[in-house]
Nanobody, 117 residues
Framework: QVQLVESGGGLVQAGGSLRLSCIAS???????????MGWFRQAPGKQRELVAD???????YYVDSVKGRFTISRDIAKKMVYLQMTNVKPDDTAVYYC????????WGQGTQVTVSS
Protein backbone atom coordinates (compact mmCIF):
# COMPACT_ATOMS: atom_id res chain seq x y z
CA GLN A 1 0.00 0.00 0.00
CA VAL A 2 2.83 2.37 0.80
CA GLN A 3 4.65 3.68 -2.23
CA LEU A 4 8.12 5.09 -1.84
CA VAL A 5 9.10 7.75 -4.31
CA GLU A 6 12.61 9.13 -4.38
CA SER A 7 13.68 12.29 -6.12
CA GLY A 8 16.39 14.90 -6.20
CA GLY A 9 19.16 12.96 -7.87
CA GLY A 10 21.19 14.23 -10.74
CA LEU A 11 24.63 14.96 -12.04
CA VAL A 12 26.90 16.89 -9.71
CA GLN A 13 30.57 17.64 -9.60
CA ALA A 14 32.80 16.26 -6.88
CA GLY A 15 32.66 18.54 -3.88
CA GLY A 16 29.17 19.68 -4.68
CA SER A 17 25.92 19.19 -2.84
CA LEU A 18 22.62 17.51 -3.52
CA ARG A 19 19.46 16.96 -1.52
CA LEU A 20 17.49 13.79 -2.01
CA SER A 21 13.86 13.48 -1.01
CA CYS A 22 11.63 10.51 -0.36
CA ILE A 23 7.92 10.54 0.25
CA ALA A 24 6.12 7.60 1.80
CA SER A 25 2.94 7.95 -0.16
CA UNK A 26 0.00 6.20 1.44
CA UNK A 27 1.54 5.98 4.89
CA UNK A 28 -0.25 7.51 7.84
CA UNK A 29 1.47 10.29 9.70
CA UNK A 30 1.24 8.39 12.98
CA UNK A 31 2.75 5.20 11.63
CA UNK A 32 5.43 7.12 9.79
CA UNK A 33 6.32 8.95 12.98
CA UNK A 34 7.28 5.71 14.74
CA UNK A 35 9.05 4.14 11.79
CA UNK A 36 12.79 4.10 11.42
CA MET A 37 13.69 5.10 7.88
CA GLY A 38 16.87 4.77 5.95
CA TRP A 39 18.60 5.71 2.76
CA PHE A 40 20.24 2.95 0.77
CA ARG A 41 22.32 3.04 -2.36
CA GLN A 42 23.47 0.62 -4.98
CA ALA A 43 26.38 1.29 -7.27
CA PRO A 44 26.99 -0.69 -10.47
CA GLY A 45 28.36 -4.12 -9.64
CA LYS A 46 28.00 -3.58 -5.93
CA GLN A 47 25.64 -4.69 -3.21
CA ARG A 48 22.93 -2.37 -2.01
CA GLU A 49 24.12 -0.77 1.19
CA LEU A 50 22.58 1.22 4.00
CA VAL A 51 23.93 4.75 3.91
CA ALA A 52 22.04 6.42 6.73
CA ASP A 53 19.00 5.95 8.88
CA UNK A 54 16.94 7.86 11.37
CA UNK A 55 14.93 6.34 14.18
CA UNK A 56 11.59 7.41 15.55
CA UNK A 57 13.45 9.21 18.31
CA UNK A 58 15.60 11.09 15.85
CA UNK A 59 18.77 9.11 16.43
CA UNK A 60 20.82 8.80 13.28
CA TYR A 61 23.33 6.41 11.83
CA TYR A 62 25.74 6.88 8.97
CA VAL A 63 28.02 4.47 7.23
CA ASP A 64 31.63 5.49 7.77
CA SER A 65 32.15 6.51 4.18
CA VAL A 66 29.57 9.30 4.39
CA LYS A 67 30.00 10.49 7.96
CA GLY A 68 30.47 14.21 8.14
CA ARG A 69 29.22 14.65 4.60
CA PHE A 70 25.62 13.39 4.55
CA THR A 71 22.75 14.30 6.83
CA ILE A 72 19.50 12.40 7.09
CA SER A 73 16.37 14.13 8.31
CA ARG A 74 12.63 13.71 8.20
CA ASP A 75 9.44 15.72 8.13
CA ILE A 76 6.74 13.75 9.91
CA ALA A 77 3.85 15.91 8.77
CA LYS A 78 4.89 15.57 5.14
CA LYS A 79 5.86 11.90 5.52
CA MET A 80 9.17 12.66 3.91
CA VAL A 81 12.76 11.67 4.47
CA TYR A 82 15.68 13.67 3.17
CA LEU A 83 19.33 13.05 2.56
CA GLN A 84 21.45 16.16 2.35
CA MET A 85 24.63 15.26 0.55
CA THR A 86 27.60 17.58 0.73
CA ASN A 87 31.16 17.31 -0.49
CA VAL A 88 30.10 14.46 -2.72
CA LYS A 89 32.66 12.12 -4.20
CA PRO A 90 32.71 9.98 -7.34
CA ASP A 91 32.31 6.92 -5.10
CA ASP A 92 28.91 8.28 -4.08
CA THR A 93 27.65 7.55 -7.57
CA ALA A 94 24.75 5.13 -7.20
CA VAL A 95 21.02 4.77 -7.29
CA TYR A 96 19.64 5.93 -3.98
CA TYR A 97 16.58 4.43 -2.34
CA CYS A 98 14.65 5.02 0.84
CA UNK A 99 12.86 2.39 2.86
CA UNK A 100 11.99 1.26 6.35
CA UNK A 101 14.82 -0.19 8.35
CA UNK A 102 12.61 -3.04 9.54
CA UNK A 103 9.97 -4.88 7.53
CA UNK A 104 10.73 -3.02 4.34
CA UNK A 105 8.10 -1.92 1.92
CA UNK A 106 8.47 -2.55 -1.77
CA TRP A 107 11.43 -0.67 -3.18
CA GLY A 108 10.79 2.43 -5.17
CA GLN A 109 12.56 3.21 -8.41
CA GLY A 110 15.28 5.15 -6.65
CA THR A 111 16.98 8.28 -7.83
CA GLN A 112 20.26 8.31 -9.70
CA VAL A 113 23.14 10.30 -8.30
CA THR A 114 26.14 10.70 -10.53
CA VAL A 115 29.20 12.49 -9.25
CA SER A 116 31.71 13.62 -11.82
CA SER A 117 35.34 14.39 -11.16
Amino acid sequence: QVQLVESGGGLVQAGGSLRLSCIASGASEIIFSVTAMGWFRQAPGKQRELVADISSSGSTYYVDSVKGRFTISRDIAKKMVYLQMTNVKPDDTAVYYCNKISNRDSWGQGTQVTVSS
